[in-house]
């Protein structure tokens, strides 16, 4: 019907009030950001939102599922400490997805998408941060071990139940394809299974670069740990100011804020501080991303996927600079005796609960348990799911109640 709103991209109200554009698009998109209404949708087809575009649904989907409030209570850098000021996986992600807005925002990339791709970045982290994982990988290494970026995609196409008509948050392909390589591309001989039996189903171009919006939120990720990392390392004693000061990249602006502003607490020298350090990794992210970008001729979302190499980058200067800095901190803090001996309990928890559930799925709640099937194998990934998705606080439960000790931490 030619009078149809829905027809010129108009939606209504059940009442038949007009509400505006079908799509809610951003405005002045760059010709190489990806773009809503070229979006190649979704595993499940469904009508499109009146009022939001398809990343915004993403966006939204992440944040409300289940997988996304339980990044509250997951650990960013395994510290046992007390208080309530240190970053955790939700708070973390948080960061991650301002950052990569405001990225998105400057290079006129979809905010939405990459949003949406920073929100989720996370969502498959295991209880107690890296130790969790590696734990979990050594104890499953006979059915192909665990891999955060592919339970991520599992969480988001499989187990997470709040659809009556599908599994999952049915995102769209472009917010799946940043989840799976938002790093870069896949090396198909090394693949986790998860991520290579779904990409038989549903291809997400393994091979190649991610858009733009994918690219752009790995590197706010990169940003927003190193930063956080410096203002918790501070606050848990794990380095002195003296001995940032004398480290790579962040040194120049630990004596910077010290020049100017003598005898400043903790708190302001640290807000200070990391103030300086990210607008400089913003400033150079931005000018040597715009640089490639022209150098490269792009001009739409499919030319960067099919561009030989990432565009979104650091220049050789900063990133040279920013690995030294990483090095610093993997010595001081993440191999710091405190940290290591956290370390150490913590895969001794993920490893014990999982050859106590595998030797008794009993033990496991009534509707897991249901799901082992009777073989090891079987047994094995229900175990591994089930432990993939638990808090801290919630297995060092679990253990205390499988092994029959009293809760260390």
Known sequence: MPDDPEAKGL???PAGRLLGPLFARPACLAPYATRAEQSRGRFYPEPESPTRTCYQRDRDRIIHSTAFRRLKHKTQVFVQHEGDLYRTRLTHSLEVAQ?????????ALDEDLAEAIALSHDLGHTPF???????????TAAI????????ALRLVTD?????AAFDGLNLTWESLEGLVKHNGPLVRASLPELIASFDKRWPLDLEGWPGLEAQVAALADDIAYVNHDLDD?????LFSVDELGEAP???RYVRDVRAAN????????????VQRLMSALVLDLIGETQCRITVAGVGSAGSVRAFPGALAAFSAEMTERFLALKAFLFQRMYRHPHVLESVAEAKRVVQELFAAFSADPRLLPADWSALCGGSDISTAAVVRDYIAGMTDRFALLEHAKVTHTEISA
């Open 233 to 237: 390392g501070l606050r848990a004693g």
């Open 129 to 139: 941060g890296h130790a969790g994982e590696d734990a979990l990988n050594e104890a």
């Open 99 to 107: 950052i990569a807005r405001s990225l998105a925002c400057v290079l």
């Open 159 to 163: 187990l997470e139940h709040r659809y």
């Open 249 to 251: 990249l962040a040194g």
């Open 262 to 273: 003598r005898n400043l607490e903790l708190s302001r020298f640290v807000g200070e501080t």
């Open 11 to 13: 939606a209504t109200t």
């Open 144 to 151: 192909g071990g665990f891999d955060h970026n592919a339970h």
